[in-house]
């Protein structure tokens, strides 16, 4: 979706390096949510971001939602070959909070070894 | 515990065929959605269902889609005269309600169409 960007829509890392990936929105974003999808699968859910200024955490990886809940960031840290496949952010930007989500265009990640 | 299951995970159907994909959500989550993804590309909004009640179906390309959860649980994704422009992967996802709560996805049904 227009709505929302991704960026950068791919990324080549050596493994151990640090990333981060961008998703941004004109509209506010009343829910926000991280999966990642590897090539011929679903997505996986990764985290999810609700409040302004909230930030999470699961293993290497954290996610943060700004103040104004218009952007959302998502670092890798130390990144490992496991890390490597397609990142989407998906939005509610609806206030009555129904679930439905709009996502960016995805975000391809290589880890090389 | 289960996840969200698809059926089948892949279809090939014959221009002007219909298609029938099923999607068993994990149990208990009353908000169900599909999602069209086509190749490199996010996935699109379809249709939402709040137990039995579809409150939303704006996203469904045409009428010859429908889609439906009568009982509040199972839900069916029906494609009615297939079109080559309806190959994409159909995504259901589940959430317990709302964007209050973590969505998850199933593996997808990837649809193509000759």
């Known amino acids: 979706s227009q709505e929302l960007e991704q960026s950068p829509q791919s990324l080549i890392v050596q493994e151990g390096k640090n990333l981060t990936i961008n998703c941004t929105s004109s509209k506010t974003l009343y829910g926000l949510y991280w999966y990642k999808q590897k090539y011929g699968e679903g997505l996986i859910f990764l985290m999810m971001?609700?409040?302004?200024?909230e930030e999470k955490s699961h293993e290497k990886i954290t996610a943060k939602l700004d103040e104004k809940k218009q952007q959302s960031s998502l670092h890798i840290t130390a990144s490992q070959p496991s890390h490597a496949g397609i990142y989407l952010c998906g939005a509610d930007i609806s206030s009555s909070n129904t679930g439905k989500l709009i996502f960016g265009q995805g975000t391809t990640l290589q880890v090389k070894p | 515990g289960a996840g969200v299951s698809q059926s089948p995970r892949y279809k090939v159907a014959k221009r002007g065929q219909d298609v029938a994909l099923r999607c068993d959500p994990i149990?208990?989550?009353?908000?169900l959605f599909w999602y069209q993804q086509a190749l490199g590309q996010g996935p699109e909004f379809l249709t939402y269902f709040q137990n039995e009640a579809q409150l939303d179906k704006s996203g469904l390309p045409s009428d010859r889609f429908f889609a439906e959860r009568p009982e509040g649980s199972v839900s069916t994704l029906k494609i009615q005269r297939t079109q080559q422009e309806d190959s994409a992967v159909y995504l259901c996802?589940?959430?317990?309600?709302?964007?209050?709560?973590?969505?998850?996805f199933g593996p997808g049904t990837r649809l193509t169409v000759t």
């Open positions: 996802a589940s959430s317990l309600s709302g964007s209050a709560y973590e969505q998850y």
């Open positions: 971001l609700q409040k302004g200024g």
């Open positions: 149990s208990g989550h009353v908000s």
